[in-house]
């Protein structure tokens, strides 16, 4: 990333970014380019500060360290601390961004920074997707895609490409879509995925993307998030069955203790490598898994992370029942709509009698789990693991 990054600085500054197709890409550079010398004023700058903070959408990781380097360039001048130890990544992305600008002067990194707002301010506003953190009601993205159809809300996660990973606004959205199906006139409610996997867990990603309280500051939010993700879960009042559509990861493997039903492809994996990660397991897993498949087998998945097939999780009670993949879409839902044709109030009263002794119990495993793993998260063992899927020597 701080490659990509710093290759787009050093091109805005050597002004290669003059073709049509990159004009269209980064409007704002149009003004820059074709005007001469057009200033932008301290209060110009200052407005564009402010309105960075309003922006609807996540801008993404790139153009966040473009905003930083231009804003220090603008403030500071060319780069003046030393570069950051090869293990502190994300301020060594800071820093390659912030020196790959050179020596471009303070008042045309001026200028860029808030061409560059504007543009994002404009692309933001024509976003019909967005709506503000406060009062959103649908997902923020269409990384995440609720229908409602035949007694069934279904919550799709839908970034194929990524291999469904679940970035940060995603773990929002898929709260505030749980909310939404727990009140709605659904009987029974799904988390599938869309693609060849259901799911590969965290995005990775999501640790670079560091708040100015640093990495413990992140730490201490993504702990909160964690904890309130899951509860959910624990929380939720009516059936709620995930269809394994393909391979499963980490978190999106861990939850599945608190689903009460798990229907599989035999296509699909369950795979929690936290000690490979420098990670601890989280969902409630350290307590749902044992219970489920008794200690040592949980173990085996969680501290060894040995990766299940999908005959083998059914065996040990994670999955509820595997299917041929060549049917599975078929009968799964003709099994699911039969079922959401059963009186609710019938069927949310007997998963609560099935669930509730246990909620309590559940909730303070939780509140543990992401206190553990907020310590995780600062450890050398975790940051390797991370920086190096990120620079791409390892996968799982
Ligand atoms: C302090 C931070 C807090 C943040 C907020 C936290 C809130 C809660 C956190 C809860 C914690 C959960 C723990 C976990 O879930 S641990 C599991 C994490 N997942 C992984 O480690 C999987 C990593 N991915 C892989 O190993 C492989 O991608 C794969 C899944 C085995 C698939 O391999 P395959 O060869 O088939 O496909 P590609 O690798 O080419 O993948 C296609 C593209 O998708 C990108 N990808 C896939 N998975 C992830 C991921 N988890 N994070 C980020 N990106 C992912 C991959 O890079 C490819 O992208 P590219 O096409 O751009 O190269």
């Known amino acids: ?28 550079l149009q003004l820059h380019l074709c005007g001469p010398a057009m200033r932008a004023s301290q209060k110009d700058f200052e407005n564009a500060l402010n309105q960075v903070k309003l922006l609807k959408k996540d801008p993404g990781n790139e153009v966040k360290l473009k905003l930083y380097a231009l804003y220090k360039q603008a403030t500071e001048g060319p780069c003046n601390v030393p570069k950051p130890g090869v293990l502190d990544f994300i301020n060594k992305a800071k820093w390659d961004a912030w020196n790959a600008l050179g ?34 009601k649908q997902p923020g993205s269409d990384a995440l895609v609720v229908t409602s159809q035949d007694g069934i809300t279904t919550i799709t996660l839908n970034r194929p490409d990524k291999k469904n990973a679940l970035t940060t606004q ?25 693609g060849d996997y259901y799911c590969s867990g965290n995005d990775l990603t999501n640790f670079t993307d560091i708040p100015p309280g640093g990495v413990e500051e992140k730490a201490r939010s993504g702990a909160v998030l ?7 879960f624990i929380d939720f009042p009516k059936p709620l069955v995930a269809v394994v559509n393909g391979p499963a990861v980490g978190i999106s493997v861990t939850i599945l203790g608190l689903f009460d039903i798990v229907y599989a492809t035999d296509r699909a994996t369950f795979h929690t490598p936290f000690s490979h990660l420098g990670q601890s397991p989280e969902g409630c897993s350290s307590y749902t898994f044992p219970k489920i498949m008794g200690p040592s087998k949980a173990t085996e998945m969680l501290v060894f992370g040995k990766k299940l ?5 059914c065996t040990q009670g994670l999955v509820t029942e595997v299917f041929p ?15 959401s044709k059963l009186p609710p109030n019938a069927m949310r009263i007997s998963k609560q009698v099935i669930r509730n002794t246990e909620k309590e119990k559940l909730h303070a495993i939780n509140a543990e789990e992401s206190n553990v793993l907020r310590e995780r998260w600062l450890s050398d063992e975790c940051m390797n693991a991370v920086v190096s899927f990120l620079s791409k020597k390892a996968k799982l």
């Open 170 to 194: 995603m773990y929002h959205d898929i709260i505030l879509a749980l909310e939404a199906a727990s009140k709605d006139d659904s009987a029974i409610t799904v988390l599938t995925g869309n």
């Open 309 to 313: 097939t999908a005959r083998e999780a």
């Open 325 to 339: 993949d060549s049917t599975f879409q078929k009968e799964v839902w003709v099994r699911l709509k039969a079922y």
């Open 226 to 232: 964690l904890r309130d993700f899951v509860d959910c």
């Open 1 to 28: 990333m701080a490659g990509v990054a710093g290759r787009l600085a050093r091109l805005w500054c050597s002004g290669a970014l003059s073709s049509p197709l990159q004009v269209t890409r980064f409007p704002a």
């Open 103 to 136: 020596s471009l002067p303070k008042e045309t990194a001026r200028r860029n920074y808030v061409d560059l707002v504007s543009s994002l301010s404009a692309s933001s506003e024509s976003s019909i997707q967005v709506t503000p953190a406060a009062d959103r």
